[in-house]
């Protein structure tokens, strides 16, 4: 059975969720989104949120529809304003006949409203009956969305029960107050325009980007992770430490983020699979570490969750300025990988990628996200639970003197852990011998950097195989869009309306930034456009320097917040035939 | 079970003629033989400065890391397999300068890791610049007119921060030393060895005869190790007396008991399986 899904304005519907940080707004969105992707929906959720913990303003983006959705129109089929100041900053971004849910106490000037639906609970009184903390208005506000999009009330509660599981008279609560939301509108079930069909249920998953790194860290094997808190890569430190003992890995938050990288790199030496997670202002500090990864050929896997800087920019937003930084941090020369994923599966599967090729290798691999792909909500279909996972060292050595730099054809030297018998391992920054003594004798040093570069062409092909450059939509579209990261989304919804609209269209995804996929040259024949959410355009140098190709119109966007559908979908219709 | 000659490596001494790092190396080599360790089971991580060339002479397995990062490499590789006796070495520039935020983060972790600063009280590598713990008033490349601030105390700085074993050799009395790296290795806990170490070349102050005008040894006085205040007093003396010996050792647990799962066995040594489908369930 094919589910449908009818917004005001197109097969989807968007709903915002405003209110003060403290209020609820992050969890009903995640809530509503769970529902909606157990229904056999797909959501896609972006919280746009201060760096505050009480007060400001929170806002969640929930869009849903039945095919897979991504990014954002500010066009909002319905908004559920936990606070006055919700209603006005995006009053104006509502469609037309679109829904206010509201509590009645707000003094709401319904003059103002015209052509919008109004939905006055009284969420207080509600609340207050029940015996509930004001914070659960959120869920009263929950149970009248879903009434009003015709949607399951017994697939919420569920989700609801789930949520707050092991804690009886919260659930009970929590329940009542969506039944009540529920009643509060049942009325206007049949009046409001939009329909999302919730009948059926499905096994997909809901999780944000960061949760797909830390299950990617558990899948590829991962059993040391350190790292410093940052937003917005925080939460794998969070959730890994929550799962530590489940897992059987070490979670260590230390001192600093050069101690993170330091701690992960002797685990790593030693054995272990080690990774930390960061944003700009700590992968900075990490950058003399990233250098004596390569130096010392200790595998390390390094999320970079980039926000907008320079320096502390804008702390709970998103940006994509890290893209040169992070394929040419460190000093000297080395080789490296830097993945960046798009959505929550590639999230999963490029962590999983990116220890496997850390491991194979022996290098360090960044995995180059941002606050949009990492904090985002979004339904995945299914992910892999049994990805190839590689562990390469040995514990046992009987070939003579163990020398862990040994020149090889491939660069790659054997890697035993210490403590194994008949065999000493010596790491060394300085530059070495195969035994890893210091050196500084001219052959040797010129036959180490080359043993370390011998590893190039190699990583290459593994690259390779990860589909570096991923073509979505006809091969001889009108409209080409190139992008990387969190653009991914935006994109794709771009293509789509592109299409609708009788245009054909294509999206270009660059997945890895190092070793940079040049071949893409061949795919950029005609005008294209760049996209991308920094001031510079910085995958376009790359392009322009490997591929010797410029975009014909670039869209960026560096206010911290998503690209939208519609801002691509403009400025590629200026270049489109 | 290891031997002194086995401890060797073939790699080209450059210290100076005379620098205290010669006693220390051979301390430390003394000590390993002494507790019995083989070379396969020690892993020595070292910093940036003279003393960081210990891993190219010291025949066991080795990390040769960055400029004041001993004590956060260090302790990833104990985390990872706790089977391993870890010896960090750094001089006091790599120690309480530049690798300072680590100290005492490591020492109120009080992971099981052996921390021997080699003090010798200037930058010897980089040719005589003021070091953390110069004497206030100290002459030299960096400091023409006398060091301004005050110096710092490594093993009150350790004893404030909940190190469990603080302890001060002098490379000068090899013997002595020797007993105190024994100790530091069989404690359970985060050592700390502060040894005094003349450097032949750029510190014409603290040289082998300042020292062995003013060292007296703390166990030859009658003091009490398990009295904190006792040690903090001690760590405070310094000029015409200065104590050798443990100033303060107690048994607390270690880092690695508050992780339920290290109980099982060094964190290498453990299969990681993991039911990935299991783990999904919670996002559906």
């Known amino acids: ?577 | 079970m290891t031997t002194l000659a086995e401890l060797g490596t073939p790699a080209t001494n450059t210290w100076c003629p005379g620098c205290g790092n010669f006693g220390i190396l051979l301390c430390v080599k003394q000590a390993i033989v002494e507790a019995g360790l083989a070379q396969e089971e020690v892993v020595a991580v070292t910093g940036i400065g003279c003393h960081g060339k210990l891993t190219d002479y010291l025949n066991v397995n080795g990390f040769h890391v960055i400029h004041g990062r001993v004590l956060p490499v260090a302790t990833g590789i104990k985390l990872a397999n706790h089977d391993l006796t870890v010896i960090g070495f750094a001089g006091d520039g790599d120690a309480f300068n530049i690798g300072m935020g680590h100290f005492p983060h490591a020492a109120r972790r009080n992971v099981d890791l052996v921390y021997v600063v080699h003090n010798n009280m200037i930058y010897g590598l980089t040719t005589g610049q003021v070091s953390p713990t110069s004497a206030q008033g100290m002459v030299t490349k960096t400091s023409p007119r006398g060091e301004w601030s005050r110096s710092i105390n490594p093993l009150a700085q350790a004893l404030v921060s909940g190190a469990t074993f603080v302890a001060r050799g002098f490379a000068g009395e090899p013997r002595h030393l020797r007993s105190l790296l024994v100790q530091a290795i069989k404690h359970r806990g985060f050592a700390l060895v502060d040894v005094l170490q003349p450097c032949v070349s750029f510190n014409r102050v603290n040289t082998y005869d300042y020292f062995r005008e003013r060292c007296y040894k703390l166990g030859e006085e009658g003091h009490d190790p398990g009295d904190w205040n006792k040690a903090l007093a001690k760590a405070m003396e310094w000029g015409q007396r200065i104590p050798l010996g443990v100033f303060f050792k107690e048994e607390k647990p270690l880092f690695r008991e508050g992780i339920p799962h290290l109980k099982r066995g060094p964190l290498v040594k453990q299969k990681v399986e993991r039911a990935m489908e299991d783990v999904f369930q919670e996002f559906t």
């Not at chain 1, 959501?43 to 529809?65: C, E, K, M, Q, W």
């Not at chain 1, 897979?68 to 469609?95: C, P, Q, S, W």
């Not at chain 1, 020149?407 to 008949?422: F, I, Q, R, Y």
């Open chain 1, 1 to 577: 059975m094919t589910k449908s899904c009818r917004g005001l304005i197109d097969d989807t519907i968007t709903i915002g969720i405003g209110g003060e940080a403290g209020q609820g707004v992050t969890r009903s969105g995640s809530l509503l989104g769970r529902a909606f992707t157990r229904s056999g929906l797909y959501a896609f959720g972006n919280i746009d949120y201060p760096s505050l913990i009480r007060g400001g303003h929170n806002y969640y983006t929930l869009r849903v529809a039945a095919r897979k959705v991504r990014g954002f129109n500010d066009r909002y089929d319905l908004l559920l304003a936990l606070n006055k100041e919700t209603i006005g900053l995006h009053m104006a971004e509502m469609a037309p006949k679109g829904g206010l849910v509201y509590d009645s106490s707000l003094e709401v000037d319904e003059d103002s409203m015209v052509g919008l639906q109004l939905f006055p609970i009284p969420m207080g009184e509600i609340i207050k009956t029940i015996g509930g903390p004001s914070i659960m208005q959120n869920i009263v506000g929950l149970g009248a969305i879903t009434c009003l999009l015709g949607g399951d009330l017994a697939v919420l509660e569920s989700t609801i029960a789930d949520e707050f599981r092991g804690r009886q008279r919260v659930v009970e609560m929590n329940i009542e107050a969506t039944r009540q939301g529920w009643e509060a509108v049942r009325e206007h079930e049949n009046s409001f325009e939009c329909h999302a069909d919730m009948g059926e249920r499905a096994k997909r998953l809901w999780l944000t980007g960061n949760e797909a790194v830390a299950l990617g860290c558990l899948a590829a094997g991962c059993n040391f992770f350190a790292a410093y808190p940052m937003t917005p890569a925080s939460p794998v430190l969070h959730w890994l430490a929550s799962h530590d003992e489940a897992s059987g890995m070490v979670v260590v938050q230390p001192e600093s983020e050069i101690a993170a990288v330091g701690m992960a790199l002797g685990a790593s030496y030693a054995g272990a699979k080690a990774m930390t997670a960061t944003s700009g202002g700590g992968f900075s500090l990490m950058v003399e570490s990233l250098s004596l990864a390569a130096m010392t050929e200790t595998p390390i896997v390094i999320m970079l969750a980039q926000r907008p800087g320079p320096s502390t920019g804008m702390a709970t937003y998103s940006a994509q300025g890290d893209a040169l930084f992070a394929i040419a941090a460190g000093h000297g020369e080395f080789p490296r990988v830097v993945l960046a994923p798009g959505d929550v599966e590639e999230c999963y599967s490029f962590t999983v990628e990116a220890f496997n090729l850390a491991e194979r290798f022996q290098i360090p691999v960044i995995l180059l996200t941002d606050k949009t792909v990492v904090e985002s909500h979004e339904t995945a279909e299914s992910l892999d639970p049994h990805p190839d996972s590689i562990y390469e060292r040995l514990d046992e050595w009987e070939g003579g003197e163990y020398q862990r730099y040994q020149l090889t054809e491939s660069g790659v030297s054997p890697m035993v852990v210490p403590g194994t018998k008949n065999a000493l391992v010596l790491a060394n920054s300085n530059e070495h011998t195969e035994r890893g003594f210091t050196t500084t004798d001219p052959k040797l040093v010129t036959s180490m950097a080359d043993k370390r570069f011998r590893k190039s062409p190699y990583i290459d092909e593994a690259v390779e195989k990860l589909q570096p450059v991923k073509v979505y939509g006809s091969a001889k579209a009108e409209i080409t869009l190139v992008g990387w990261g969190s653009t991914k989304g935006p994109a794709l919804e771009s293509m789509h309306q592109l299409e609708e609209k009788g245009h054909s269209a294509r999206f270009i995804q660059v997945r890895a930034l190092e070793p940079f996929p040049s071949q893409i040259g061949e795919l950029l024949e005609g005008a294209w456009v760049l996209v991308e959410t920094n001031r510079t355009g910085l995958l376009g140098r790359l392009i322009k320097l490997y591929a010797g190709k410029t975009p014909a119109k670039t869209v960026l966007k560096y206010d911290g917040r998503p690209l939208t559908p519609l801002e691509i979908e403009a400025g590629a219709l200026e270049v489109a035939p």
